[in-house]
């Protein structure tokens, strides 16, 4: 399997089959401070960002968005 820099996203269309734990378990340590999630029933990956104040976070968020 290639490693997750090399990936290239594509959305996810119906009958897709999902990572195995396996999979999962050797490509989390590619993205590190990301979390193997799991959310009704799910599996997605999570990561938190904090920030010092509301200013900062809403920088970043301008940045991402």
Do not use: H, S
Request: hydrophobic share 40%; aromatic share 8%; glycine share 8%.
């Amino acid at each position: 399997m290639a490693g997750l820099t090399q990936a290239t996203c594509v959305p996810c269309r119906g009958g897709v089959p999902t990572l195995t734990d396996e999979e999962i378990a050797e490509l989390l340590p590619e993205v590190p401070d990301w979390q193997a999630v799991e959310v009704d029933g799910v599996r997605r990956l999570r990561r938190e960002f904090r920030f010092k104040d509301f200013r900062t976070a809403l920088d970043f968020a301008v940045r991402v968005g």
